[in-house]
C-alpha cells in the first residue's frame, strides 16, 4: 500500500478500537472473513476465519502494519485507504481480488470495504469482510447454497452490522421490529424510522405469516432456521423472493430477542428457472443424455407431418411426448385426439375410429364421427396400437397411406388431414412374428422412432423428478407445511430402487410420501413399502448419515463414495448408477 495522507490515530480511535475488542465473540460469529484496521493502517483485529484464509498461524497480530500481514490486489493500487470516497461508503469488489497466502498462491475474494465510524461521526478506521469466490460459485451451482446465518448473538456494533450486504433485523418476543440495517432497507425500501415497533409481520407481509413464521418457529423449538424460502412485499408493492435465517440473541437482562439474516434471492430465483427451463421441455424433465436427445427429436421432427411410433415401458412418459410433438408443430392450434386401443371393445372399434351412419348395426340411432374426423387438422395418438385388432390394422393403413375412409355403413368416402402418433409398451417385432401385427403397418407407422428410456435408464433425472413432483403436491395439499425436499435416506432409497412403474410410479411414490409425511422434509417411513422393502435388491448403498441435503451436492457425494467403494472402477460405478460411462465422466469432470 502507498503511504497513509490521513492523520494518526487520536485517543477517541483508540477508545473506538477498545470497544470492538471488547465484542470478539461476536465477530468470530460472523461466517465471514473479518479484519479491522485503523486509521493508522495497523491491524485492530482479525477473526478466525480470516487467519484460516490467509495462513496466519494462532499469534497475535493487533498492532502490526496491515501491508505485512495481509497482501491483496488492493495493496499495489486501489487500496481503500487512498480512495476519495473512503469516509461516505461501502466499496464492493466481487470475484476479482487475489488475496494471497504464505506460499504466495492466490485465493479469489468477494471483498467488501466499509468505513468504520464512532459516536460523533467521525471515521476511525476499515472494516474488511471477505469469503472465498469458490464459495460464491458454490451458491450459483447449487441454487440451494445454505445462508450464512451472520451473528447468533445481537450485534452492539453498528457499524459491523451496517458494513454487510445481507438485511439484518431483530425483533422482541412479541416479534416487533427493534433494530433494521442498511441491508434490510436496500432490500425492502423502508428506512428504520418507519418500521421501529412494528411486528415484522406487518411490514414485510411474507409468505409464511402468521401460519409459519420463522420467529415462531425459533420461539417454540428453541433454535434457529436457517434458509427458510420467503416471499416479502416491499414498499412499492413489488414482491421479492428471500432466503431468511434466523436465531436467538443471548440478553444479559435475559429478555428474548430474536435476529434475522434475509438474502436477496432474485437472481439465484432467476438462475434456477433458468436451470429448470434447460432441463424441462413441455411439461417432459430430464437432464441426461437419453431425454436431452428426445427434446431434440421432437424439436426436429415439428415441422414435419410423418408418423411417428413412440415405444417404451408403461408410465416412461409416451403420452407427453406425443402432446409434445403436437405442441411444437404447426398443428397446435388444432385438436389432440387421444385413443386408448386398449379400452376399446373390438366390435366396437371401427365405429369408434371412423365413425358411423344411422342404422348401420343394432344400437347405431344417429350418425357419429369417429376420432379421425374429431383430430383433422390436429394429431390423433392412437396409445397401445399393439392392441388394435388386426382385421382393422388394413383400414388404418389405409388412412396411413392415403387420409381417406369410409363410415361404418356409408359409401361415401371421407377426406382428413390427420398426423399420426402411435405408442406402445410391447415390442411390435414380436407381435409381427406372432403374426398379431402388420408388418406394412409397423414400417407406415414407424417412420420416426421414439424409444423412451426407463426411470432405471436415466437415473440422474431422479432428483428433478422428485423436486417436480413435491412441487405439485404442496399446490394439492393445504392447511400444512410445505414439503421441502426428502432426507439423504429417502434420496438413496428412490435411486436404489428398480422402478418397474417408472415415472408414473414415482410420482405416486412422492404423493403416498407427501400425505404421510410429518415434516417439512419426507423421511424413510414415509415411503411405500414396496419401496423400502425393496432397497436390498440392489447394490448396497455408501453411508449417507453426513451427506448434505443439497441434490446436487447428494450427486455428487454418492459418486464419490462408489469410486472409493469399486476402487476408482468407473465402469462398476457407472453400472450402480445406471449411468453410461460418458455420463459418469461429465459428472466426475464437473465435480472437479
Not at 409464511?208 to 425459533?218: A, E, K, M, V
Not at 408493492?237 to 435475559?254: D, I, N, Q
Not at 426407463?454 to 423428478?465: A, F, H, Q, V
Request: hydrophobic share 35%.
Amino acid at each position: 500500500m502507498k503511504q497513509s495522507t490521513i492523520k494518526p490515530t487520536s485517543p477517541r480511535v483508540k477508545s473506538n478500537v477498545k470497544m470492538i475488542n471488547s465484542y470478539p465473540a461476536i465477530l468470530e460469529s460472523i461466517a465471514e472473513g473479518i479484519v479491522v484496521i485503523g486509521l493508522d493502517r495497523r491491524i485492530i483485529f482479525v477473526n478466525r476465519m480470516a487467519k484460516d484464509l490467509i495462513g496466519l498461524k494462532d499469534e497475535s497480530f493487533e498492532g502490526r502494519l496491515c501491508s505485512d500481514v495481509i497482501r491483496t490486489d488492493l495493496c499495489k493500487e486501489g487500496c481503500p485507504f487512498d480512495s476519495n470516497n473512503v469516509e461516505g461508503s461501502c466499496a464492493s469488489y466481487f470475484m476479482n481480488i487475489n488475496l494471497y497466502n504464505d506460499n504466495n498462491a492466490s485465493i479469489p475474494l468477494c471483498l467488501n470495504v466499509a468505513p468504520m465510524h464512532n459516536d460523533e461521526g467521525e471515521m476511525v478506521g476499515i472494516i474488511e469482510n471477505f469469503r472465498p469466490m469458490s464459495e460464491a460459485v458454490r451458491v450459483i451451482e447449487s441454487l440451494k447454497k445454505s445462508n450464512v446465518i451472520l451473528a447468533q448473538e445481537k450485534g452492539k456494533v453498528d457499524s459491523i452490522i451496517e458494513s454487510l450486504a445481507d438485511g439484518v433485523f431483530t425483533v422482541d418476543s412479541k416479534l416487533r421490529i427493534t433494530s433494521f440495517n442498511k441491508g434490510m432497507e436496500n432490500i425492502t425500501g423502508l428506512r428504520e424510522s418507519e418500521v421501529m415497533g412494528s411486528t415484522c409481520e406487518e411490514i414485510l407481509s411474507a409468505d409464511n405469516c402468521p401460519d409459519n413464521c420463522p420467529f415462531s418457529h425459533t420461539l417454540k423449538r428453541g433454535y434457529g432456521l436457517a434458509n427458510i424460502t420467503e416471499r416479502i412485499v416491499r414498499k412499492n408493492g413489488e414482491t421479492v423472493p428471500v432466503l431468511m435465517s434466523t436465531a436467538f440473541l443471548k440478553e444479559s437482562t435475559g429478555e428474548i430477542e430474536l435476529i434475522a439474516t434475509v438474502r436477496d434471492a432474485s437472481e439465484l430465483e432467476k438462475l434456477k428457472k433458468e436451470i429448470n427451463d434447460r432441463f424441462r421441455f413441455s411439461n417432459i424433465i430430464g437432464k441426461s443424455s437419453r431425454m436431452q436427445q428426445i427434446f431434440e427429436l421432437i424439436e426436429t421432427l415439428a415441422d414435419t407431418d410423418c408418423s411417428i411410433l413412440i415405444e417404451g415401458e408403461s408410465g416412461t412418459g409416451k403420452e407427453l411426448v406425443s402432446r409434445a410433438i403436437h405442441h411444437e408443430s404447426n398443428r397446435r392450434g388444432s385438436p389432440f385426439v387421444k385413443v386408448n386401443c386398449s379400452a376399446i371393445v373390438e366390435g366396437l372399434f371401427e365405429s369408434e375410429l371412423f365413425g358411423h351412419v344411422k342404422g348401420s348395426f343394432t344400437g347405431a340411432i344417429k350418425d357419429r364421427i369417429g376420432k379421425f374426423e374429431l383430430a383433422d387438422g390436429g394429431t390423433i395418438f392412437l396409445d397401445e396400437i399393439a392392441d388394435m385388432p388386426l382385421s382393422l390394422q388394413p383400414k388404418l393403413l389405409r388412412v396411413l397411406q392415403d387420409m381417406e375412409f369410409e363410415r361404418v355403413g356409408d359409401n361415401r368416402t371421407r377426406k382428413v388431414d390427420v398426423r399420426i402418433v402411435a405408442a406402445t409398451n410391447k415390442n411390435l417385432k414380436d407381435e409381427i412374428k406372432a403374426k398379431r401385427f402388420r408388418e406394412d403397418l409397423y414400417y407406415r407407422l414407424c417412420v420416426v422412432p421414439i424409444v423412451m428410456p426407463s426411470l432405471r435408464e436415466r437415473r440422474e433425472d431422479i432428483p428433478l423428478l422428485i423436486d417436480h413432483f413435491i412441487g405439485k403436491c404442496n399446490m394439492k395439499i393445504s392447511n400444512r407445511t410445505s414439503i421441502a425436499g426428502v432426507t439423504p435416506q429417502v434420496l438413496s432409497a428412490l435411486l436404489d430402487y428398480e422402478w418397474p412403474g417408472n415415472v408414473r410410479e414415482l410420482e405416486n411414490a412422492i404423493e403416498h410420501a407427501c400425505i404421510r409425511s410429518k415434516s417439512d422434509r419426507i423421511e424413510l417411513d414415509a415411503l411405500p413399502v414396496s419401496i423400502t422393502g425393496m432397497q436390498a435388491k440392489r447394490v448396497p448403498t455408501p453411508e449417507i448419515n453426513d451427506r448434505p441435503e443439497n441434490v446436487d451436492e447428494l450427486e455428487k457425494h454418492l459418486i464419490e463414495e462408489l469410486m472409493k467403494r469399486h476402487k476408482g472402477n468407473r465402469n462398476k460405478v457407472a453400472k450402480d448408477l445406471g449411468l453410461s460411462r460418458t455420463t459418469l465422466w461429465r459428472r466426475l469432470r464437473e465435480a472437479n
